[in-house]
């Protein structure tokens, strides 16, 4: 691909991914069209005029499109469908949003991805810079979208703290983080994937390494096995530091315990890491986060921290300071004795797995949506031991069929409904004093909402509203 020749850009897809893209081309001079197979909103189209960028809507018109030096396709489009097909077959380049984005910043990247926790991990990350005085921004996959932060920015920023998912990753060929953090890898998307782990799993570590240099960092989960066993299929030039429950040959960062206290031990041992004394501890009882979950996304934070040369005692306090993500296991209510908490954030069975873990309570347990391919499996024990009875979401009953099969002889009570108010009723009606009511869907939202925001929205506008 020879950057210096593209004059003409189409961008597939009207949200926020594509739309970021095509202000960022115009920005920067580009013949910029952009089409899209629905209706985007009408801020979108307002915000696309003000652009002076055209559009199209409700279809894809291919006389257009194969007139284009570059396509930059929003991650949620399929490479199956028929207008990429036709795209690859007339051997126009395709990218990925963030991929286009990095073309046009010198900032340290710092992109975070995994099955399960990369939001949090991601915020905290940007926590942890922005509170040492760095001059750092947050984008991506968790809000506004890396093309857009450029286009918007009046100046370049020293680090671009980015959450990308596997989706984002499949159309890379430049993109270069300086670290690179998998917090882990579990049975999520596999139905773009041909149902094959390893494939999602390469689509990540490829994307994130195969630019690497010996100057760069991988941050990895040792407890992950999916993930180690995939890094074992290739070496890339970056170095590899890992976090881990336990200490493990290498690890540099991991739980022990102390004076009876569970602690955080960061201890980074990097052949690049400039010597700033010795390692820290941070006891877990002092983070507001809770959870194995958050114990993991702690470690893997400080590491980055640690690499770029934060003091200490300035990663400490950032951690300590941090607290829970919207949607990301929110407590929303405590009513009549039972919590109600919203992880609407959790699409895989690995995120419902920390969440269910973090409970200590009798749950109700709202799951489900549109499986992604999950091994529902992996929380047969957890379920068996602390959920008193589900309440399937979802608008078709065919799709939650796996996890009905999964749990159905495993708990007193379950239930399917097609929307939240009869969820949060019906779960309120299996509830006791005492129990806790946990959205934590493990299923992609767009059978019934327009994504995992609107559903965690509609959760807690139920809730609070449950005796009205």
Request: proline share 3%.
């Amino acid at each position: 691909m020879d950057r210096d020749k593209i004059k003409k850009i189409v961008v597939l897809g009207g949200g926020e991914s594509g739309v970021g893209a095509a202000i960022l081309a115009k920005n920067k001079g580009y013949d910029v069209f952009l089409s899209d197979s629905g209706i985007p909103k009408t801020s979108i189209k307002q915000e696309l005029q003000s652009w002076n960028i055209p559009y199209e809507q409700q279809k894809h018109s291919l006389e257009i499109i194969l007139s284009a030096d570059l396509v930059i396709k929003s991650p949620g489009i399929s490479p199956k469908v028929s207008v990429v097909q036709e795209i690859i077959a007339n051997n126009i380049p395709i990218v990925s949003e963030i991929e286009f984005g990095s073309w046009f910043t010198l900032a340290k990247i710092i992109a975070i991805s995994g099955s399960a926790g990369k939001t949090t991990t991601t915020a905290m990350i940007y926590k942890i810079l922005k509170d040492a005085g760095l001059n750092v921004a947050l984008c991506g996959n968790i809000g506004t979208s890396l093309a857009r932060t450029l286009a918007l920015s009046e100046n370049d920023y020293d680090y671009l703290v980015v959450e990308v998912s596997s989706f984002q990753l499949e159309n890379v060929y430049y993109f270069h983080p300086h670290i690179s953090v998998l917090t882990n890898i579990s049975e999520n998307h596999l139905d773009r994937y041909e149902y094959d782990i390893s494939k999602y799993a390469q689509t990540k570590i490829q994307g994130l390494l195969k630019n690497s240099t010996e100057e760069d960092y991988l941050v990895y989960c040792m407890d992950s096995e999916p993930l180690v066993k995939e890094l074992e299929n290739k070496k890339y030039p970056a170095e590899y530091l890992g976090f881990s429950q336990n200490f493990r040959e290498g690890s540099s960062a991991y739980v022990t315990e102390k004076f009876n206290q569970r602690i955080l031990n960061i201890n980074v041992m990097s052949k690049n890491k400039k010597k700033d004394g010795l390692g820290f501890d941070l006891p877990i009882e002092e983070l507001k986060v809770k959870g194995k979950h958050n114990e993991y996304n702690s470690m893997a934070s400080a590491i980055v921290g640690n690499l770029l040369q934060i003091r200490n005692e300035s990663i400490r306090e950032s951690l300590k300071d941090f607290e829970s993500m919207e949607h990301r296991l929110e407590e929303v209510a405590i009513m009549e004795g039972i919590r109600y908490i919203n992880d609407s954030k959790a699409t895989s069975a690995l995120a419902v797995w920390y969440a269910l873990e973090s409970v200590t309570t009798p749950i109700i347990w709202i799951a489900g949506g549109v499986d992604k391919g999950n091994d529902w499996g992996m929380l047969l024990k957890l379920v068996s031991d602390k959920v008193k009875g589900i309440v399937l979401l979802s608008k078709d009953p065919e799709t939650v069929k796996d996890i009905e099969r999964a749990f159905g002889n495993v708990v007193e009570m379950m239930k399917h409904t097609n929307n939240m108010k009869e969820a949060v009723k019906i779960a309120r009606q299996m509830a006791s004093e005492g129990d806790t009511i946990l959205l934590s869907p493990g299923c992609a939202s767009f059978d019934l909402f327009a994504n995992y925001e609107e559903r965690g929205n509609q959760f807690k506008q139920m809730v609070l509203n449950i005796n009205k």
